[in-house]
Protein backbone atom coordinates (compact mmCIF):
# COMPACT_ATOMS: atom_id res chain seq x y z
CA UNK A 1 0.00 0.00 0.00
CA UNK A 2 2.94 2.41 0.65
CA UNK A 3 5.46 3.66 -2.00
CA UNK A 4 8.69 2.31 -2.38
CA UNK A 5 9.91 5.65 -1.32
CA UNK A 6 7.80 5.69 1.80
CA UNK A 7 9.15 2.54 2.73
CA UNK A 8 12.65 3.39 2.17
CA UNK A 9 12.13 6.53 4.41
CA UNK A 10 10.58 4.35 7.18
CA UNK A 11 13.09 1.66 6.98
CA UNK A 12 15.83 4.36 7.20
CA UNK A 13 15.03 7.27 8.62
CA UNK A 14 17.39 10.36 8.73
CA UNK A 15 17.82 12.92 11.56
CA UNK A 16 16.25 10.77 13.98
CA UNK A 17 17.41 11.45 18.31
CA UNK A 18 17.50 14.87 20.12
CA UNK A 19 19.52 17.72 20.19
CA UNK A 20 20.86 18.54 24.00
CA UNK A 21 21.51 22.31 22.65
CA UNK A 22 18.23 22.76 20.59
CA UNK A 23 16.72 26.48 19.94
CA UNK A 24 13.58 24.93 19.82
CA UNK A 25 11.18 22.17 21.04
CA UNK A 26 8.31 20.94 19.62
CA UNK A 27 5.42 18.15 20.30
CA UNK A 28 2.74 17.15 18.43
CA UNK A 29 -0.10 14.06 18.60
CA UNK A 30 -0.72 12.08 21.69
CA UNK A 31 -0.03 8.42 22.63
CA UNK A 32 -3.87 7.66 22.46
CA UNK A 33 -3.83 8.16 18.84
CA UNK A 34 -1.09 6.03 18.14
CA UNK A 35 1.48 8.41 17.31
CA UNK A 36 3.34 11.21 18.86
CA UNK A 37 6.38 13.39 17.22
CA UNK A 38 9.18 15.48 19.02
CA UNK A 39 11.36 17.56 16.81
CA UNK A 40 14.44 19.48 18.00
CA UNK A 41 15.62 22.58 16.05
CA UNK A 42 18.97 24.25 16.04
CA UNK A 43 18.58 27.87 14.80
CA UNK A 44 21.26 30.15 13.48
CA UNK A 45 20.03 34.07 12.07
CA UNK A 46 16.70 32.55 11.24
CA UNK A 47 17.80 29.67 9.23
CA UNK A 48 17.32 25.95 10.64
CA UNK A 49 20.31 24.75 10.56
CA UNK A 50 20.02 21.25 12.81
CA UNK A 51 16.67 19.64 13.09
CA UNK A 52 16.16 16.00 14.84
CA UNK A 53 13.12 13.79 15.51
CA UNK A 54 11.92 11.20 17.42
CA UNK A 55 8.85 9.59 16.45
CA UNK A 56 5.94 7.13 17.72
CA UNK A 57 3.67 5.95 15.59
CA UNK A 58 3.43 4.16 12.18
CA UNK A 59 5.52 4.18 9.04
CA UNK A 60 3.45 7.02 7.15
CA UNK A 61 4.39 9.21 10.75
CA UNK A 62 7.93 7.83 10.82
CA UNK A 63 8.24 8.40 7.34
CA UNK A 64 6.85 11.99 7.00
CA UNK A 65 8.90 13.00 10.11
CA UNK A 66 11.94 12.01 8.66
CA UNK A 67 11.08 13.59 5.06
CA UNK A 68 9.85 16.97 7.13
CA UNK A 69 12.96 17.34 8.84
CA UNK A 70 14.76 17.10 5.79
CA UNK A 71 12.91 19.51 3.66
CA UNK A 72 13.33 22.13 6.52
CA UNK A 73 17.17 22.43 7.17
CA UNK A 74 17.59 25.15 5.57
CA UNK A 75 14.54 27.11 5.46
CA UNK A 76 14.43 30.35 7.44
CA UNK A 77 11.53 29.83 10.36
CA UNK A 78 8.97 31.66 8.20
CA UNK A 79 9.42 29.00 5.25
CA UNK A 80 9.42 25.89 7.59
CA UNK A 81 5.84 27.21 9.43
CA UNK A 82 4.77 27.49 5.75
CA UNK A 83 5.25 23.56 5.03
CA UNK A 84 1.93 22.21 4.12
CA UNK A 85 1.72 18.02 5.00
CA UNK A 86 0.78 18.05 0.95
CA UNK A 87 4.60 19.04 0.55
CA UNK A 88 5.47 16.05 2.72
CA UNK A 89 3.37 13.69 1.08
CA UNK A 90 4.29 14.91 -2.25
CA UNK A 91 8.00 14.34 -1.43
CA UNK A 92 7.10 10.62 -0.23
CA UNK A 93 5.77 10.08 -3.77
CA UNK A 94 2.11 9.88 -1.84
CA UNK A 95 0.26 8.53 0.95
CA UNK A 96 -2.47 6.12 1.36
CA UNK A 97 -5.38 8.11 1.71
CA UNK A 98 -6.74 6.93 5.21
CA UNK A 99 -2.72 7.68 6.20
CA UNK A 100 -3.18 11.39 5.30
CA UNK A 101 -3.71 12.60 8.29
CA UNK A 102 -0.31 10.85 9.69
CA UNK A 103 1.35 13.59 8.31
CA UNK A 104 0.04 16.53 9.85
CA UNK A 105 1.70 15.15 12.67
CA UNK A 106 5.06 16.47 11.30
CA UNK A 107 3.70 19.92 10.32
CA UNK A 108 2.18 20.26 13.53
CA UNK A 109 5.26 19.28 15.52
CA UNK A 110 7.48 21.62 13.34
CA UNK A 111 4.44 24.86 14.07
CA UNK A 112 5.31 23.69 17.96
CA UNK A 113 8.56 24.04 17.75
CA UNK A 114 8.65 27.56 15.93
CA UNK A 115 6.49 28.58 18.35
CA UNK A 116 8.41 27.28 21.02
CA UNK A 117 11.71 29.57 19.33
CA UNK A 118 9.24 32.56 19.26
CA UNK A 119 8.22 32.27 23.08
CA UNK A 120 12.02 31.76 23.72
CA UNK A 121 13.01 35.16 22.19
CA UNK A 122 10.23 37.04 23.85
CA UNK A 123 7.88 36.68 20.87
CA UNK A 124 3.68 36.01 20.91
CA UNK A 125 3.32 32.58 19.44
CA UNK A 126 1.38 32.07 16.24
CA UNK A 127 -1.91 30.66 15.51
CA UNK A 128 -1.56 26.96 15.05
CA UNK A 129 -4.31 24.35 13.90
CA UNK A 130 -4.95 21.50 16.15
CA UNK A 131 -2.19 18.94 16.62
CA UNK A 132 -4.82 16.51 16.73
CA UNK A 133 -4.03 12.85 14.97
CA UNK A 134 -7.12 13.19 13.53
CA UNK A 135 -7.51 17.17 12.88
CA UNK A 136 -10.09 17.49 15.34
CA UNK A 137 -12.80 15.76 13.85
CA UNK A 138 -12.88 13.72 16.85
CA UNK A 139 -11.16 10.09 16.65
CA UNK A 140 -10.50 9.70 20.24
CA UNK A 141 -11.28 10.76 23.84
CA UNK A 142 -8.32 13.37 23.81
CA UNK A 143 -9.38 14.96 20.61
CA UNK A 144 -10.14 18.72 20.92
CA UNK A 145 -12.82 18.09 18.40
CA UNK A 146 -15.48 15.72 21.11
CA UNK A 147 -16.54 17.30 24.13
CA UNK B 1 20.39 -4.04 9.58
CA UNK B 2 19.76 -5.87 6.21
CA UNK B 3 16.48 -5.28 5.15
CA UNK B 4 16.35 -7.56 2.17
CA UNK B 5 13.82 -10.70 2.37
CA UNK B 6 15.55 -13.50 2.97
CA UNK B 7 12.21 -15.47 2.99
CA UNK B 8 9.06 -15.51 3.49
CA UNK B 9 7.63 -16.96 7.06
CA UNK B 10 4.04 -16.62 7.15
CA UNK B 11 2.64 -16.18 10.79
CA UNK B 12 -0.80 -14.82 10.56
CA UNK B 13 -2.68 -18.12 10.37
CA UNK B 14 -5.45 -16.42 12.34
CA UNK B 15 -5.78 -14.44 9.33
CA UNK B 16 -6.28 -17.12 6.93
CA UNK B 17 -4.25 -20.51 6.15
CA UNK B 18 -2.99 -21.95 3.16
CA UNK B 19 -5.25 -24.99 1.41
CA UNK B 20 -3.46 -28.16 1.97
CA UNK B 21 -2.41 -30.25 -0.89
CA UNK B 22 -4.79 -33.04 0.39
CA UNK B 23 -7.49 -30.12 0.09
CA UNK B 24 -6.84 -28.95 -3.64
CA UNK B 25 -7.00 -32.39 -4.50
CA UNK B 26 -10.09 -33.31 -2.95
CA UNK B 27 -11.64 -30.46 -4.95
CA UNK B 28 -9.96 -30.40 -8.00
CA UNK B 29 -12.85 -32.72 -9.61
CA UNK B 30 -15.39 -30.74 -8.60
CA UNK B 31 -13.70 -27.36 -10.53
CA UNK B 32 -13.67 -30.13 -14.14
CA UNK B 33 -15.79 -33.00 -14.69
CA UNK B 34 -17.93 -32.81 -11.60
CA UNK B 35 -19.48 -29.14 -12.69
CA UNK B 36 -23.18 -30.31 -12.45
CA UNK B 37 -25.77 -28.22 -10.34
CA UNK B 38 -26.25 -30.57 -7.05
CA UNK B 39 -30.57 -29.70 -7.28
CA UNK B 40 -30.57 -31.12 -10.96
CA UNK B 41 -32.35 -34.51 -11.65
CA UNK B 42 -30.49 -36.33 -14.37
CA UNK B 43 -27.69 -38.69 -12.73
CA UNK B 44 -24.99 -36.42 -14.39
CA UNK B 45 -25.53 -34.05 -11.25
CA UNK B 46 -25.27 -37.34 -8.98
CA UNK B 47 -21.33 -36.46 -7.89
CA UNK B 48 -21.98 -32.71 -7.25
CA UNK B 49 -24.64 -34.17 -4.77
CA UNK B 50 -22.99 -36.83 -3.08
CA UNK B 51 -19.59 -34.18 -2.78
CA UNK B 52 -21.58 -31.75 -0.96
CA UNK B 53 -23.34 -34.68 1.09
CA UNK B 54 -20.14 -36.41 1.97
CA UNK B 55 -18.84 -32.89 2.94
CA UNK B 56 -22.01 -31.91 5.29
CA UNK B 57 -21.31 -35.62 6.85
CA UNK B 58 -17.36 -34.35 7.12
CA UNK B 59 -18.71 -31.50 9.20
CA UNK B 60 -20.83 -33.12 11.23
CA UNK B 61 -18.74 -35.45 12.76
CA UNK B 62 -16.11 -32.98 13.28
CA UNK B 63 -18.43 -30.61 15.47
CA UNK B 64 -20.36 -33.74 17.23
CA UNK B 65 -23.53 -33.10 15.02
CA UNK B 66 -26.39 -34.56 12.63
CA UNK B 67 -25.79 -33.76 9.26
CA UNK B 68 -29.09 -32.64 8.90
CA UNK B 69 -28.26 -29.72 11.00
CA UNK B 70 -25.10 -28.99 9.30
CA UNK B 71 -25.60 -25.73 6.69
CA UNK B 72 -23.27 -24.41 4.32
CA UNK B 73 -22.82 -20.66 4.22
CA UNK B 74 -20.40 -18.08 1.63
CA UNK B 75 -17.93 -17.78 4.85
CA UNK B 76 -18.00 -17.28 9.04
CA UNK B 77 -19.46 -13.78 8.45
CA UNK B 78 -22.50 -15.01 7.39
CA UNK B 79 -22.75 -17.73 9.31
CA UNK B 80 -22.51 -15.15 12.56
CA UNK B 81 -24.83 -13.25 10.55
CA UNK B 82 -27.42 -16.21 9.75
CA UNK B 83 -27.66 -17.05 13.76
CA UNK B 84 -28.10 -14.23 15.66
CA UNK B 85 -30.29 -12.10 13.00
CA UNK B 86 -31.87 -15.19 12.28
CA UNK B 87 -32.41 -16.17 15.72
CA UNK B 88 -34.01 -12.36 16.59
CA UNK B 89 -36.52 -12.70 13.63
CA UNK B 90 -37.67 -16.10 14.04
CA UNK B 91 -37.85 -15.33 18.25
CA UNK B 92 -39.46 -12.19 18.46
CA UNK B 93 -42.24 -12.48 20.20
CA UNK B 94 -40.40 -14.32 22.93
CA UNK B 95 -38.24 -11.21 23.63
CA UNK B 96 -35.82 -8.49 21.96
CA UNK B 97 -32.70 -8.95 24.59
CA UNK B 98 -29.07 -10.72 23.22
CA UNK B 99 -26.58 -11.34 24.96
CA UNK B 100 -22.70 -11.19 23.80
CA UNK B 101 -19.53 -10.58 24.85
CA UNK B 102 -17.46 -7.16 24.29
CA UNK B 103 -14.67 -9.18 22.34
CA UNK B 104 -16.46 -11.08 19.40
CA UNK B 105 -15.22 -10.66 15.70
CA UNK B 106 -17.30 -7.74 14.28
CA UNK B 107 -19.29 -10.63 12.58
CA UNK B 108 -20.93 -11.02 15.15
CA UNK B 109 -20.66 -7.22 16.99
CA UNK B 110 -21.80 -4.97 13.60
CA UNK B 111 -24.71 -7.21 13.37
CA UNK B 112 -25.78 -7.13 16.99
CA UNK B 113 -25.56 -3.47 16.38
CA UNK B 114 -27.74 -3.27 12.93
CA UNK B 115 -30.35 -5.59 15.43
CA UNK B 116 -30.33 -2.60 18.22
CA UNK B 117 -31.46 -0.07 15.61
CA UNK B 118 -34.30 -2.85 14.41
CA UNK B 119 -35.33 -2.33 18.07
CA UNK B 120 -33.44 -5.48 19.89
CA UNK B 121 -31.22 -4.62 22.66
CA UNK B 122 -28.20 -5.98 23.63
CA UNK B 123 -25.79 -6.93 26.43
CA UNK B 124 -22.24 -6.63 25.49
CA UNK B 125 -20.68 -8.30 28.17
CA UNK B 126 -16.97 -7.04 29.46
CA UNK B 127 -14.19 -9.47 30.03
CA UNK B 128 -11.36 -9.58 32.65
CA UNK B 129 -7.79 -8.88 31.87
CA UNK B 130 -7.36 -12.40 30.16
CA UNK B 131 -10.14 -11.69 27.86
CA UNK B 132 -12.35 -14.61 30.05
CA UNK B 133 -16.05 -13.92 30.14
CA UNK B 134 -17.62 -15.07 33.21
CA UNK B 135 -20.61 -17.66 32.97
CA UNK B 136 -22.12 -16.01 35.82
CA UNK B 137 -22.28 -12.69 34.18
CA UNK B 138 -23.65 -14.19 31.83
CA UNK B 139 -26.74 -15.87 33.48
CA UNK B 140 -26.86 -12.79 35.63
CA UNK B 141 -27.50 -10.73 32.05
CA UNK B 142 -30.44 -12.75 30.94
CA UNK B 143 -34.14 -11.36 31.57
CA UNK B 144 -37.05 -12.60 30.49
CA UNK B 145 -36.69 -10.85 27.34
CA UNK B 146 -33.53 -12.96 26.02
CA UNK B 147 -34.09 -14.89 23.30
CA UNK B 148 -29.96 -15.53 22.79
CA UNK B 149 -26.59 -16.02 23.94
CA UNK B 150 -23.53 -15.56 22.15
CA UNK B 151 -19.77 -15.85 22.75
CA UNK B 152 -17.42 -17.00 20.69
CA UNK B 153 -15.59 -20.01 21.35
CA UNK B 154 -12.32 -18.79 20.97
CA UNK B 155 -10.83 -15.36 20.00
CA UNK B 156 -9.20 -14.75 16.82
CA UNK B 157 -6.63 -11.86 18.39
CA UNK B 158 -5.84 -12.79 21.64
CA UNK B 159 -6.76 -16.19 21.56
CA UNK B 160 -8.31 -16.81 24.93
CA UNK B 161 -10.47 -19.64 24.83
CA UNK B 162 -14.42 -19.09 26.52
CA UNK B 163 -15.66 -21.52 29.14
CA UNK B 164 -18.35 -22.57 26.35
CA UNK B 165 -20.03 -25.47 28.12
CA UNK B 166 -20.70 -23.18 31.30
CA UNK B 167 -21.60 -20.16 29.53
CA UNK B 168 -24.01 -22.52 27.22
CA UNK B 169 -25.28 -24.69 30.68
CA UNK B 170 -26.01 -20.80 31.91
CA UNK B 171 -28.10 -20.11 28.64
CA UNK B 172 -30.08 -23.43 29.10
CA UNK B 173 -30.71 -22.97 32.46
CA UNK B 174 -33.08 -19.92 31.51
CA UNK B 175 -34.22 -21.36 28.29
CA UNK B 176 -32.32 -19.41 26.14
CA UNK B 177 -30.47 -20.50 22.99
CA UNK B 178 -26.50 -20.35 22.36
CA UNK B 179 -24.40 -19.20 19.40
CA UNK B 180 -20.90 -20.04 19.45
CA UNK B 181 -18.41 -17.92 16.83
CA UNK B 182 -16.05 -21.32 16.73
CA UNK B 183 -14.05 -19.86 13.52
CA UNK B 184 -10.63 -19.98 15.09
CA UNK B 185 -11.53 -22.91 17.40
CA UNK B 186 -12.25 -25.79 14.79
CA UNK B 187 -9.07 -28.08 14.62
CA UNK B 188 -7.63 -26.38 18.25
CA UNK B 189 -9.80 -27.84 20.38
CA UNK B 190 -12.55 -30.46 20.25
CA UNK B 191 -16.17 -29.54 19.77
CA UNK B 192 -18.81 -31.20 20.69
CA UNK B 193 -22.20 -29.24 20.45
CA UNK B 194 -24.09 -31.52 23.02
CA UNK B 195 -21.11 -32.08 25.81
CA UNK B 196 -20.65 -27.89 25.00
CA UNK B 197 -24.14 -26.85 25.21
CA UNK B 198 -24.61 -25.08 21.74
CA UNK B 199 -27.49 -24.44 19.80
CA UNK B 200 -26.13 -22.83 17.20
CA UNK B 201 -22.26 -23.15 15.89
CA UNK B 202 -20.40 -21.09 12.81
CA UNK B 203 -17.36 -22.11 11.33
CA UNK B 204 -14.92 -21.21 8.21
CA UNK B 205 -13.19 -22.97 5.77
CA UNK B 206 -10.33 -20.90 5.05
CA UNK B 207 -9.18 -20.91 9.00
CA UNK B 208 -7.92 -24.42 8.91
CA UNK B 209 -6.37 -25.10 5.56
CA UNK B 210 -9.62 -25.26 3.46
CA UNK B 211 -10.91 -23.23 0.74
CA UNK B 212 -11.68 -19.34 1.47
CA UNK B 213 -15.33 -18.45 1.07
CA UNK B 214 -16.77 -21.41 2.78
CA UNK B 215 -18.56 -21.70 5.72
CA UNK B 216 -21.14 -23.68 7.35
CA UNK B 217 -23.81 -22.68 10.77
CA UNK B 218 -24.64 -25.78 12.75
CA UNK B 219 -28.31 -25.22 14.14
CA UNK B 220 -29.59 -27.97 16.39
CA UNK B 221 -32.87 -29.70 15.34
CA UNK B 222 -35.25 -27.87 16.01
CA UNK B 223 -33.93 -24.30 16.78
CA UNK B 224 -35.91 -21.11 15.33
CA UNK B 225 -34.13 -19.66 12.68
CA UNK B 226 -35.29 -17.15 10.38
CA UNK B 227 -33.79 -17.48 6.61
CA UNK B 228 -31.47 -14.55 5.81
CA UNK B 229 -30.94 -15.44 1.72
CA UNK B 230 -34.13 -16.12 0.03
CA UNK B 231 -34.21 -17.92 -3.52
CA UNK B 232 -34.40 -21.26 -4.24
CA UNK B 233 -34.85 -24.75 -1.98
CA UNK B 234 -31.25 -25.40 -1.36
CA UNK B 235 -30.09 -26.52 2.29
CA UNK B 236 -33.48 -27.63 3.17
CA UNK B 237 -34.61 -24.65 2.01
CA UNK B 238 -32.90 -22.71 4.96
CA UNK B 239 -30.26 -21.02 2.54
CA UNK B 240 -30.66 -20.43 -1.13
CA UNK B 241 -28.28 -20.22 -3.96
CA UNK B 242 -26.90 -22.76 -5.95
CA UNK B 243 -24.04 -24.60 -3.89
CA UNK B 244 -20.03 -23.82 -4.19
CA UNK B 245 -19.55 -27.27 -4.47
CA UNK B 246 -15.63 -26.90 -5.10
CA UNK B 247 -15.78 -25.13 -2.09
CA UNK B 248 -17.77 -27.58 -0.12
CA UNK B 249 -15.67 -30.44 -0.66
CA UNK B 250 -12.72 -28.51 0.51
CA UNK B 251 -14.38 -27.21 3.26
CA UNK B 252 -15.32 -30.90 4.41
CA UNK B 253 -11.54 -32.51 3.50
CA UNK B 254 -10.26 -30.02 5.52
CA UNK B 255 -12.11 -30.34 8.61
CA UNK B 256 -11.89 -34.17 8.98
CA UNK B 257 -7.88 -33.25 7.93
CA UNK B 258 -7.81 -30.73 10.68
CA UNK B 259 -9.90 -32.75 13.49
CA UNK B 260 -8.30 -36.57 12.76
CA UNK B 261 -5.58 -35.51 15.41
CA UNK B 262 -6.12 -32.30 17.31
CA UNK B 263 -4.24 -33.58 20.69
CA UNK B 264 -1.11 -34.55 18.34
CA UNK B 265 -0.78 -30.93 16.05
CA UNK B 266 -2.17 -29.06 19.30
CA UNK B 267 1.33 -30.78 20.69
CA UNK B 268 3.76 -29.55 18.10
CA UNK B 269 2.13 -26.43 17.20
CA UNK B 270 1.73 -25.46 21.42
CA UNK B 271 5.50 -26.42 22.08
CA UNK B 272 6.33 -23.38 19.06
CA UNK B 273 4.00 -20.95 20.71
CA UNK B 274 5.59 -21.12 24.26
CA UNK B 275 9.13 -21.04 23.19
CA UNK B 276 7.88 -18.04 21.11
CA UNK B 277 6.19 -16.44 24.03
CA UNK B 278 9.11 -17.35 26.95
CA UNK B 279 11.63 -16.12 24.34
CA UNK B 280 10.09 -12.79 23.27
CA UNK B 281 9.37 -12.21 27.02
CA UNK B 282 13.09 -13.45 28.09
CA UNK B 283 14.74 -10.82 25.26
CA UNK B 284 12.74 -7.74 24.74
CA UNK B 285 11.92 -5.77 27.82
CA UNK B 286 8.46 -3.48 28.48
CA UNK B 287 6.64 -6.17 27.04
CA UNK B 288 3.49 -8.17 28.02
CA UNK B 289 1.71 -11.35 26.17
CA UNK B 290 -2.08 -10.98 25.66
CA UNK B 291 -4.41 -13.22 26.45
CA UNK B 292 -4.85 -16.05 28.72
CA UNK B 293 -1.28 -17.69 30.22
CA UNK B 294 -3.00 -20.96 29.46
CA UNK B 295 -6.60 -21.19 28.31
CA UNK B 296 -5.25 -19.69 25.02
CA UNK B 297 -5.51 -21.30 21.12
CA UNK B 298 -1.80 -23.59 20.47
CA UNK B 299 -1.08 -21.45 17.83
CA UNK B 300 -1.90 -17.74 19.34
CA UNK B 301 1.40 -15.51 20.74
CA UNK B 302 0.15 -11.56 21.02
CA UNK B 303 2.12 -9.30 22.65
CA UNK B 304 2.04 -5.94 23.52
CA UNK B 305 5.22 -3.59 23.08
CA UNK B 306 5.35 -0.33 24.75
CA UNK B 307 6.56 2.44 23.11
CA UNK B 308 6.41 1.49 19.82
CA UNK B 309 3.70 1.25 16.81
CA UNK B 310 2.17 -1.68 15.54
CA UNK B 311 2.02 -1.19 11.74
CA UNK B 312 5.88 -0.17 12.33
CA UNK B 313 6.51 -2.94 13.70
CA UNK B 314 4.40 -4.92 10.74
CA UNK B 315 6.47 -3.56 8.35
CA UNK B 316 9.73 -3.87 9.36
CA UNK B 317 9.09 -7.48 9.76
CA UNK B 318 7.43 -7.41 6.16
CA UNK B 319 11.07 -6.06 5.20
CA UNK B 320 12.69 -9.06 6.75
CA UNK B 321 10.12 -11.72 5.68
CA UNK B 322 7.68 -12.27 8.48
CA UNK B 323 3.84 -11.91 7.86
CA UNK B 324 2.26 -11.06 11.52
CA UNK B 325 -0.72 -8.66 12.45
CA UNK B 326 -1.79 -5.96 14.78
CA UNK B 327 -4.35 -4.59 17.00
CA UNK B 328 -3.15 -1.29 16.23
CA UNK B 329 -5.49 1.58 14.48
CA UNK B 330 -3.07 2.68 12.30
CA UNK B 331 -2.72 -0.72 10.43
CA UNK B 332 -6.73 -0.63 9.71
CA UNK B 333 -7.44 2.93 9.06
CA UNK B 334 -9.27 3.68 12.00
CA UNK B 335 -8.78 5.56 14.50
CA UNK B 336 -9.29 3.52 17.75
CA UNK B 337 -7.38 0.37 18.46
CA UNK B 338 -8.69 -3.11 18.65
CA UNK B 339 -11.77 -3.36 20.72
CA UNK B 340 -10.44 -6.44 22.46
CA UNK B 341 -7.45 -5.28 23.64
CA UNK B 342 -9.22 -2.12 24.96
CA UNK B 343 -11.78 -4.76 26.84
CA UNK B 344 -8.64 -6.61 28.48
CA UNK B 345 -8.10 -3.02 29.85
CA UNK B 346 -4.86 -2.24 27.73
CA UNK B 347 -4.13 1.50 27.57
CA UNK B 348 -4.56 2.42 24.01
CA UNK B 349 -0.64 3.05 23.89
CA UNK B 350 -0.25 -0.39 24.69
CA UNK B 351 -2.98 -1.48 22.16
CA UNK B 352 -1.26 0.50 19.42
CA UNK B 353 2.08 -1.45 20.30
CA UNK B 354 0.50 -4.92 19.95
CA UNK B 355 1.41 -7.56 17.59
CA UNK B 356 0.35 -11.32 16.91
CA UNK B 357 1.83 -14.48 15.52
CA UNK B 358 -0.36 -17.26 14.65
CA UNK B 359 1.48 -20.66 14.32
CA UNK B 360 0.77 -22.91 11.51
CA UNK B 361 0.87 -26.35 10.07
CA UNK B 362 4.10 -25.52 8.05
CA UNK B 363 5.86 -23.96 10.55
CA UNK B 364 9.22 -24.97 11.62
CA UNK B 365 11.72 -24.45 14.97
CA UNK B 366 13.70 -22.87 12.86
CA UNK B 367 10.80 -20.36 11.74
CA UNK B 368 10.48 -19.71 15.77
CA UNK B 369 14.29 -19.66 15.98
CA UNK B 370 14.24 -16.52 13.07
CA UNK B 371 11.92 -14.39 14.55
CA UNK B 372 13.26 -14.75 17.98
CA UNK B 373 15.93 -13.43 16.21
CA UNK B 374 14.60 -10.51 13.85
CA UNK B 375 11.85 -9.59 16.62
CA UNK B 376 14.39 -8.40 18.98
CA UNK B 377 16.14 -6.25 16.58
CA UNK B 378 13.07 -4.35 15.06
CA UNK B 379 11.53 -3.40 18.37
CA UNK B 380 14.97 -2.21 19.39
CA UNK B 381 15.28 0.20 16.35
CA UNK B 382 11.55 1.53 16.72
CA UNK B 383 12.38 2.42 20.02
CA UNK B 384 15.34 3.91 19.39
CA UNK B 385 13.37 6.50 16.70
CA UNK B 386 10.41 6.66 19.77
CA UNK B 387 10.31 9.68 22.04
CA UNK B 388 8.14 7.53 24.73
CA UNK B 389 11.31 5.24 25.26
CA UNK B 390 13.02 5.71 28.74
CA UNK B 391 16.70 5.52 28.86
CA UNK B 392 16.99 2.08 30.43
CA UNK B 393 15.63 0.54 27.62
CA UNK B 394 16.28 2.34 24.68
CA UNK B 395 19.12 -0.09 23.70
CA UNK B 396 22.21 0.82 21.82
CA UNK B 397 22.57 0.22 18.28
CA UNK B 398 24.06 -3.53 17.36
CA UNK B 399 27.49 -2.59 15.52
C1 LIG C 1 -13.71 -15.25 15.12
C2 LIG C 1 -14.04 -14.99 13.68
N1 LIG C 1 -15.32 -14.92 13.29
C3 LIG C 1 -15.66 -14.69 12.01
C4 LIG C 1 -14.70 -14.52 11.03
C5 LIG C 1 -15.14 -14.26 9.63
O1 LIG C 1 -15.03 -15.41 8.83
P1 LIG C 1 -14.99 -15.29 7.23
O2 LIG C 1 -13.69 -14.65 6.92
O3 LIG C 1 -15.07 -16.70 6.75
O4 LIG C 1 -16.16 -14.50 6.81
C6 LIG C 1 -13.34 -14.59 11.40
C7 LIG C 1 -12.26 -14.41 10.41
O5 LIG C 1 -11.98 -13.42 9.82
C8 LIG C 1 -13.01 -14.83 12.75
O6 LIG C 1 -11.74 -14.87 13.14
S1 LIG D 1 -6.59 13.70 18.90
FE1 LIG D 1 -6.33 11.81 17.95
S2 LIG D 1 -8.14 11.34 17.02
FE2 LIG D 1 -8.38 13.29 17.82
Same mark, same amino acid.
Given at each position: ?? !????????????????????????????????????????????????????????????????????????? !???????????????????????????????????????????????????????????????????????? | ????????????????????????????????????????????????????????????????? #??????????? +????????????????????????????????? *? +???????????? +???????? %????????????????????????????????????????????????????????????????????????????????????????????????????? %?????????????????????????????????? #?????????????????????????????????????????????????????????????????????????????????????? *????????????????????????????????????????????????
Amino acid at each position: MY !TEKVIEEFTNPKNVGELADADAVGEAGNPTCGDIMKIYLKVESDRIVDARFQTFGCAAAIASSSMATRMILGM !TIAEAWNLSNADVVDALGGLPEPKVHCSLLARDAIRAAIDDFRTRGGLEPLERGSDCCCSGEGGCDSCPGND | MNDQVERTLYMDHAATTFMKPEVVAAMAPYLSEHFGNPSSLYRYSGESRSGVETARGQVATAVGA #NREEIFFTSGG +TEADNWAIKGVAFANRERGNHIVTSAIEHHAVL *H +TCEWLEKQGFSV +TYLPVDEF %GRVDPVAVEAAITDETILVSVMTANNEIGTVQPVAEIGRAAHDHGVLFHTDAVQAIGAMPIDVDAMNIDLLSLSGHKFYGPKGTGALYIRQGTRVETLIHG %GGQEHRRRAGTENVPGIVGLGRAIELATADIEGH #NRRIAAMRDRLIRGILGSIPDCRLNGHPTERLPNNANFSFRYVEGESILLLLDGRGICASTGSACSSGSSEPSHVLLATGLSHEEA *HGSLRLTLGDANTEDDVDYVLEVLPEVIGRLRRISPLTPARTRMPEAE
